[in-house]
């Protein structure tokens, strides 16, 4: 069979979807950000940045979201450092895409030269779900441009429960459009609070419905050997009720391999901890930011 481009099933859905995101940009975002257009192999990718100082943050988002889902950690900060957050070839956003992608490391030269263009020698990559899988594998594949990784419930580290999280997901949309009394018990069972946010369950129901994504699952682990290559300082925040994987065994199997890896069992959070339990991330993630300062070369660029 031929690849393919991801695309939206109508004129009519990425209609809609353009509305939505309009309207989440204009009213989630903590400050206005600088945006950019940067021509790649995969297509144009668009990236939002905002000022700061110190080696910058790079947020890679997960599957079918966009750079949008980190205004959340955004309001609460990475500690006065520049951050950049962007939207990923062949999902969902202002980036597009030409070129078919078929494994995950297509995105590792995509990734180069959005940091090459965006004028940057290194970043601390913070990852959330499929976000994380491109976080590990830039890192083993990049050192030099990767100062640290932060992993949020990522893929990468065990198999994808697909089954598992494909039935999760089914609740959450379920759920989201019910009553609210219905909505507030799921979203405390679910451990997914932003069911209780009409708007962005409006937006993610249309891209998980009305997109035909033909881009690479990421359900797969890392091998031994590719675990063993990200010798970064790296950061593993696991949900506790984690719908992707087992954490205990998550946690086992990267503190085992990774060289050099804080990992914590954040407990009471569910998959969405970078959405729903932003406050608390945001807070680990600066102090692991902090505690490797002096590991890296100030880098001012913003």
């Not at 100082?53 to 949008?68: I, R």
């Amino acid at each position: 069979m031929a690849a393919t481009l991801t695309r939206f099933k109508s004129e009519q859905d990425r209609l809609r979807f353009d509305e939505l995101y309009a309207r989440l940009r204009a009213e989630r975002w903590p400050s206005s950000p600088r945006e950019a257009d940067i021509d790649t192999p995969l297509g144009t990718a668009h990236t939002f940045s905002w000022p700061g100082w110190g080696v910058p943050v790079l947020c890679l988002p997960g599957w079918g979201a966009t750079g949008v889902m980190w205004a959340p950690m955004l309001t609460h900060g990475f500690g006065g450092r520049p951050v950049h957050t962007l939207d990923l070839a062949g999902h969902v956003g202002l980036s597009t895409q030409r070129a078919p992608i078929t494994e995950m490391t297509d995105y590792l030269p995509w990734l180069d030269t959005v940091v090459d263009r965006l004028g940057l020698q290194r970043v601390h990559v913070v990852g959330a779900s499929y976000g994380g899988t491109l976080a590990l594998l830039w890192a083993a594949h990049a050192p030099d441009r990767v100062a640290s990784a932060s992993l949020l419930d990522p893929g990468g580290l065990m198999p994808v429960d697909l089954p598992r999280f494909i039935a999760w997901g089914i609740k959450v949309f379920t759920a989201s459009i019910a009553p609210l009394p219905i909505r507030r018990r799921a979203a405390e069972r679910l451990r997914t609070r932003m069911i209780l946010d009409p708007d962005f369950m409006a937006f993610s129901r249309l891209v998980h419905r009305r997109v035909a994504f033909a881009i690479p699952d990421g359900a797969a682990a890392l091998d031994d050997a590719a675990l063993r290559a990200v010798t970064v300082p790296t950061l593993a925040l696991l949900a506790e009720h984690s719908p992707i994987m087992d954490p205990t065994a998550a946690a086992s199997r990267a503190r085992a391999l990774l060289p050099d890896v804080t990992v914590e069992i954040v407990p009471g959070t569910g998959h969405a901890m970078a959405v729903d339990d932003a406050a608390l991330v945001a807070a680990r993630v600066r102090r692991f930011l902090d505690n490797h300062t002096a590991t890296v070369e100030p880098d001012t660029t913003g």
